[in-house]
Each structure stands twice: as C-alpha cells, then as structure tokens.
C-alpha cells in the first residue's frame, strides 16, 4: 500500500487524492484506488484548492474534468510525488527478506510470457511480496507510472535503464480457426496470405504492423490484407476463434486455444525466431530487495537454463 495513503490531515494525503482524481476523472474510482471514502477524498480535495486558491476540476453529476490550472498543478507535482513514495519505499525495503509491493509495468505480450512460470515462481519463493503486474501496448515511463521494472522485446528498452534478459523469447505464429480453413486453403508460403483475410495489428507507434517471417535466411515483412484491424492481442484471438480471418499473434496467447483445437498454427516453417524479453529498471535509483530478488531469479533460470 503506498505509504502516502497511511499519513493523515496532511498535505500529501491531499495531494495524492487529487492525482488520483485526476488519473481516474472520478471522484468514487479515486477513492476506491485509495481505500478511502468518496466523501473523505472530496474532502481532501476540496481542503487542496482552498489552500492553493484555486479550482483543480470542473465538477458535474455526470463527469469530472481537470481546469487549465488543475492540468498544469497535477503534471508538476505528479513526477515528484511519485520519486518520493518510490524513495520512501525503497528505503524501507532494504532488509534481507523481500516484502512490500513490486510494481511491473510490460507489454501485454511479454505479460502472457512471464506470468507462468517467472511471476508464478517469484511469488512461491517469495509469499510476503505482492506483485502489481499491468500491461498495456505503449511504452510507458515506468518512473513516472510509479513502477519498480517494466518488460519489454531488448530494442524497446530505454538506453538510460538496466536491462536483465529473460532467459525466454517472445514467440509468435499464424493462426486460423478450423472453420475457417474450411473455406479457405491453408497458405504454404506467406506470398500466400494475399488471398486471404487478415486480423491487421496496429503497432503502439500507430502505423500497421508488417507480419515478419524468415525461412533459410530469407526474411519477409508483410503488410497483409484485411477488414479488421485491432491493436490487442486478446482482441485478435478472439477475432480468430471466431473465424474472422487469420491472425498473427503471440504463441503464449493462443497456446490454450491450439491445444483445445479452437485453432490451426500455418507458415510453422516460416515463423521468425523468437524476439529478447527483458526486464529493465532505472539505473540511477535504489534496487528494493523485492526487485533484487526478482533479478537474482531471472539470473539463475538463465545460468541454469545455459
């Protein structure tokens, strides 16, 4: 639990219900993430303008929205708030045994790969330790997001952090759903794809992701063809299942829906090797011993794995 939400009447209790506020555009959903009351948040909020002099949210039945001077406040003192708690959790985090909160941020790829067996085996080892572990498409700055590590593909890693390889890649592979091979012919060659209906990705830069392949040291990026375009990997495979067209997906995701036969992997021959996941943090900060402990595990599932 952030140390923020325990302190009482001051002004960091204030301060943090007001991002919260402002992360959520709710006053209920503000208060749920901070285990307090609607009306103790409200309080909190309202005590923060009345001592600043200023309104920091525009206030219907229906919505909440930040004014001008609210916006400007909350990405000032969001960026501090955020190093402080860190700070202040670390410190106290620094005994031998791991315990506390360890907060990962990864693509939702990488979070498929890592839940079983990295977290699963982590949390085993380690039961005092509560694992927060959010996934979205974008690359997020895991120190203002107020994140321990993020995960991410080895190219995405930013140059300023640490970077700790997985000792597993993330894997991807074509799928189709049965009936829709009964309609139409397996592809043989990914030049095949032309004729038929794709499941398009939209890649967290905006543009349409290329499917990659690679067979004899022959490399192919193509733009498939396709109706449908979706930007989570969830979404795909349910489009896939459904028989919408083919899709190009992380083999983690679709691995229970290929073993039930709810879908057929084609192109096997062609799918590219697997991509380097790595878990990264700030190079700069303290290392709680909950995230060194993490760390140490990765290492030696890799040393073990060599």
Known sequence: MPIFRTVEGGGFT???????????????????????????????VRALEDRLGIRLFNRTTRSVSLTSAGEEFIASVAPSLAAIEQAMQAAGSHGTRPSGTLRINSSVTGAHE?????????????????????????????????????????????????????????????????????DHP??????????HSCIRSRASGGGIYRWEFEQNGETLEIDVPGALTLDDQSLMLKAAIAGIGLAYISRAIAAEAIASGRLVTVLEDWV??????????????????????????????SGSRG
């Open 14 to 44: 204030e301060i943090r219900a007001a991002i919260a506020v402002a992360e959520h555009l709710s006053f209920r959903a503000a208060a749920d993430a901070l285990s307090m009351s609607p009306t103790a948040l409200s309080s909190n």
């Open 186 to 195: 397996a592809p043989r060659t990914p030049l095949d794809l032309a004729a």
């Open 272 to 301: 590219a090797g697997s991509s380097l996941l790595c878990l990264y943090y700030p190079r700069n900060r303290n290392t709680s011993a909950a995230l060194r402990a993490l760390i140490d595990l990765i290492r030696a599932d």
């Open 114 to 182: 890592i839940l079983t067996p990295l977290i699963q085996a982590y949390m085993a080892q380690h039961p005092a330790v509560q694992v927060e572990l959010s996934s979205e498409s974008r690359l997020v700055d895991v120190v203002l997001e107020g994140c321990d590590a993020g995960i991410r593909l080895a190219e995405s890693v930013p140059a300023e952090m640490v970077a700790v390889p997985l000792p597993f890649g993330l894997d991807f592979c074509v799928v189709g759903a049965p009936g829709y091979f009964a």
